[in-house]
């Protein structure tokens, strides 16, 4: 019990109110760093989403044929967020622009019907591995496409993550698996298209509108191919897509909030972290005992990604100092 100021015993404030306090605190903190350190902890959360989210549909491609467990985990990502829609408004999720959203939605279904064609038959520590050529393809992308600049800093630290990737893919592509893994590695510049247009469709659309959309885009199109491939799933499997819907939309929402952030290039560094991820909930999952080029791989990426989120907090700092410098200067 608290007393009051007139002498009152209070009551202590609830579990709520010391959430909603610690949440706020938190809020005001995050406001605080560079735009490209926020970019690059929303980036950090998605791949931690993104892995308990890969690792769990794994296990269900397992059991579905992969066109049906793509086509699922869209239709239920859309089912877990109707409430919201409703909750808000059609028109709050209603796009500037209606044709973008499928043009993304069909270049994100072509990448996904390449990984999910793959997904049963890659570990999960591989398959975070080869998806690390993304980056490269993204700041190529984002290069060209958006004239973002490119820092030595940024390609030196994909260079070293690639580095990274090759330790830890390099005595598998000769392999009995090696077909499957050029098939998902076929889907990196897929997908990174697919986040080049939601780059772009940042500037005129908000990340719920984007998330909202690729879950109907990427289920429709998703649909013919589930439909010749179809088989009932259990009550089990049909909560467990459920779940995923869930984590799918919550991953997305948080790499459109880095995209929103900061370049798109300078958040894809924070990427190799997914590797740690995935050899966690592998070896939680699957019992896949990560190798030694394995572990050694994903040192050097860790590495790369820490000393590259440290020079772009640095210099965003720098940045934001010089700004106020000038804002302040009589001459401004």
């Known amino acids: ?18 959430l909603h306090r610690h949440v706020e605190r938190l809020r005001r903190r995050a406001a605080r760093l560079p735009p ?27 059991q579905l044929h992969p066109f049906e467990a793509q086509f699922l985990r869209y ?63 993204i700041m190529i992308g984002a290069y060209f496409f958006f004239k973002e600049p490119m820092r030595w800093e940024r390609w030196l630290a994909s260079a070293i993550g690639l580095g990274g990737v090759m330790i830890v893919l390099g005595p598998r592509l000769g392999g009995s698996g090696g077909y499957f893994n050029l098939v998902m590695l076929a889907s990196a510049p897929v997908f ?36 010749l491939n179809w088989q009932w799933p259990t009550a089990w499997q049909w909560l467990g897509f459920a779940a995923l819907g869930v984590l799918g939309s919550t991953g997305h929402y948080c790499l459109t909030r880095s995209f929103r ?19 966690i909930m592998g070896w939680l999952l699957f019992t896949e005992v990560p190798t030694q080029t394995t572990l050694l791989g994903g040192a050097v990426i860790c590495g790369a990604t820490l000393w590259i989120a440290r020079r772009e907090s640095r210099r965003g700092l720098v940045s934001a100092r010089e700004i106020a410098e000038s804002a302040e200067s009589p001459a401004a």
């Open 75 to 137: 239709l239920l990502g859309f089912g877990v967020m109707v409430p919201l829609i409703v909750h808000r408004g059609v028109r709050a999720y209603t796009p500037a622009r209606i044709r973008p959203q499928f043009t993304r939605g069909a270049v994100h279904t072509i990448g996904l019907c390449l990984w999910f064609t793959a997904l049963p038959h890659v570990p999960i520590a591989d398959m975070t591995a080869i998806s690390f050529t993304g980056p490269i393809f």
């Open 36 to 62: 490209t350190a926020r970019g690059l902890l929303w980036a950090a959360s998605a791949g931690l989403v993104f892995a308990v989210l890969n690792s769990s549909l794994r296990l269900l491609a397992l």
């Open 261 to 279: 952030a900061a370049d798109i290039s300078s958040t894809q560094s924070v990427k190799f972290l997914d590797l740690v991820w995935a050899t």
């Open 192 to 227: 990174a298209a697919s986040f080049l247009l939601t780059k772009g469709l940042t500037r005129t659309e908000g990340a719920g509108v984007i998330v909202v959309w690729q879950a109907i885009s990427v289920t429709l199109f998703s649909l013919p191919l589930a439909a």
């Open 1 to 18: 019990m608290h007393e009051s100021r007139d002498g009152a015993t209070a009551a202590p404030p609830s579990t709520t109110a010391r």
